[in-house]
């Protein structure tokens, strides 16, 4: 089945304590991106890599770091959390990025993750 | 600055009527536009797009508007069924570009 699975679902931390969240899609996607969900605000991008090596900053890029060593797996570090990155945060990949037609962004299931 | 907009939080529509989600853009380089629909727990999943060369696009009971003068476009379903229940995002990107930019979403509340 195609799909973009991230891990973990929860994770609860502590400020300070680096964590990795983990993304990886099945269907050979060039593109990846990251973003966050928060209430009244909507889904912001973190980051993106339009390919292997390739990555560049979206809107909301501070505090965040992202590598893209293999197509597959594009993970989220958080080298030193703070509360106000408590939120929601989705992977999503595409065949070849942004303004390409027929190429919609598929998102996983998210990531909820509360910082204290 | 936001970019993409839905000025609507909410809407509540009678099933078998018609749902009307709009969405405003300011930059006048978008060129695709995307609708999402959210379930609680899950990921946005791909409902529908259009190309800025056309002004409607028609997928089953879900129809995307395009209006370009006026940077707006607006997700039509018809007839609303209680499962369409869920958040609706509008995104567009531009093919100069390589970011996907989503607005704040509307919870459509289908009432059986």
């Known amino acids: 089945e195609a799909q973009v699975t991230q891990n973990p679902r929860y994770l609860i931390t502590v400020t300070g304590k680096k964590l990795t969240v983990t993304c990886s899609q099945n269907?050979?996607?060039?593109?990846m991106s990251w973003y966050r969900q928060d209430p009244g605000l909507g889904l912001r991008q973190i980051y993106y890599?339009?390919?292997?090596?390739?990555?560049d900053k979206g809107d909301v890029p501070e505090g965040y770091k992202v590598s893209r060593k293999e197509k597959r797996n594009f993970p989220l570090i958080l080298e030193s959390p703070s509360p106000n990155q408590t939120s929601l945060y989705f992977c999503?990949?595409?065949?070849?990025?942004?303004?390409?037609?027929?190429?919609?962004?598929?998102f996983g299931n998210g990531t909820r993750l509360t910082v204290t | 600055d936001q970019q993409v907009k839905q000025n609507s939080p909410s809407l509540s529509v009678q099933e078998g009527r018609i749902s009307i989600l709009n969405c405003d853009y300011t930059n006048s380089m978008f060129d695709y536009f995307l609708w999402y629909k959210k379930y609680p727990a899950e990921g946005p999943t791909f409902l529908i797009s259009i190309s800025s060369i056309k002004d409607k696009n028609e997928d089953g009971r879900f129809t995307v508007f395009l209006n370009k003068s006026a940077k707006h476009l607006s997700l039509h379903i018809v007839p609303s069924q209680p499962g369409d229940s869920a958040v609706y995002f509008c995104?567009?990107?531009?093919?100069?570009?390589?970011?996907?930019?989503f607005g704040t979403g509307t919870s459509l509340t289908v009432i059986p």
């Open positions: 269907m050979n996607h060039e593109y």
């Open positions: 995104a567009a990107s531009s093919n100069t570009g390589n970011q996907f930019y």
């Open positions: 999503a990949s595409s065949l070849a990025g942004g303004g390409r037609w027929n190429s919609p962004l598929h």
């Open positions: 890599s339009m390919n292997v090596e390739v990555t």
